[in-house]
């Protein structure tokens, strides 16, 4: 029922900005939270950015001060604005839509009901 669609992932350089986006069905989307992870080749899916039902905003300790993500309610869609790209940034990138959990960020990604397809984003030195 629920399918994300992102974008926005692609090659830049070390230092470079990148916005990815993520589209979700409307479903009261304002009262979900959304979940960034990463995934780099041989590593496990990791947290990056999460926004909750009032949007109040969760980071990674690797991403902190780099990262800003948002939402617009309006258009179902969320953003994460991803400044000073570093090449241990590389990965790929997914959205994901927690159901259930009143609207909270959660770090796992088992905590997680929906996911996107995925974004490349690769940071080079």
Do not use: H
Not at 65 to 71: A, M
Not at 94 to 102: E, N, S
């Amino acid at each position: 029922q629920v399918q994300l669609v992102e974008s926005g992932g692609g090659l830049v350089q070390a230092g470079g900005s990148l916005r990815l986006s993520c589209v979700a069905p409307g479903r009261t989307f304002s009262s979900y939270a959304m979940g960034w992870f990463r995934q780099a080749p041989g590593k496990e899916r990791e947290f990056v950015a999460g926004i909750n039902w009032s949007s109040s905003t969760y980071y990674a300790d690797s991403v902190k001060g780099r990262f800003t993500i948002s939402r617009d309610n309006a258009k179902n869609t969320v953003y994460p604005q991803m400044n000073s790209l570093k090449p241990e940034d590389t990965a790929v990138y997914y959205c994901a839509l927690r159901f259930i959990g009143r609207g909270v960020v959660a770090l796992k990604p088992a905590e997680y009901d929906y996911w996107g397809q995925g974004t490349q984003v690769t940071v080079s030195s």
